[in-house]
């Protein structure tokens, strides 16, 4: 981001706090395509994801007299942490989460060799992502995308520590297991 889009950043902001249409026009132009990306690692359904969207939108512009400006990338960070909360939300409200509460200890997977997906276009990549049960969905997104520890995971969705770690756990074999299936098309 250069200055000139610092810049703008900032005067958006206080053109918003002014009240100024144009300027809630503007951010939600340059904004959307960004956030619907990240609302969309959450929610599957299109109806379902406008929803969180609009739900998202009405908060940001809401909150904005909150909002802290702390430089580059920092009205960025703030809309997608609302949107991640607005879709976490959504889905502890709407949809059931089949978590098998695990009380046992899950090998550690970080030493195991992740797939190369260097040939698979992030896209398919997302997608792969989507076709994820809700659970491993969510906590996948959640762990990788959003950098919580499992701990943060077990708060934020009331489950346990070792329950996040065994839905990531499933989430990364079976994303495994749809690269080498994707690849084998290749």
């Known amino acids: ?13 206080q053109n918003i706090r002014k009240g100024n249409s ?16 990240v609302c969309s ?8 994801l406008k929803d969180v969207l609009q739900e998202s939108f009405v908060k940001i512009f809401t ?3 909150k909002f802290e400006y702390r430089g580059v990338g920092s009205l960025k960070a703030w809309m997608a942490r609302i949107v991640v909360n607005e879709s976490l939300k959504f889905i502890k409200k709407n ?3 089949d978590f098998v509460q695990n009380e046992w200890e899950l090998p550690d997977v970080t030493n195991e060799e992740a797939p190369d997906t260097d040939d698979i276009p992030a896209h398919v990549i997302q997608e792969m992502i989507r076709q994820l049960p809700i ?4 906590v996948f997104n959640l762990y990788v995308f959003e950098d919580k520890s499992h701990k943060e995971i077990a708060s934020i969705l009331g489950i ?3 329950t996040s770690a065994s839905q990531l756990y499933k989430a990364k074999n079976k994303l495994a297991e749809k690269i080498n299936e994707y690849k084998m098309t290749l």
């Open 63 to 65: 909150s904005i007299d």
């Open 1 to 13: 981001m250069t200055s000139n889009e610092k810049d703008k950043d900032f005067e958006l902001i």
């Open 22 to 37: 144009s300027a809630m026009k503007e951010l939600y132009l340059h904004y959307i395509q960004y956030l619907t990306a």
């Open 160 to 162: 346990k520590e070792n």
């Open 95 to 97: 949809e059931r989460f």
């Open 135 to 138: 659970g491993y969905r969510t």
């Open 41 to 48: 690692r959450y929610i599957i359904i299109e109806a379902d």
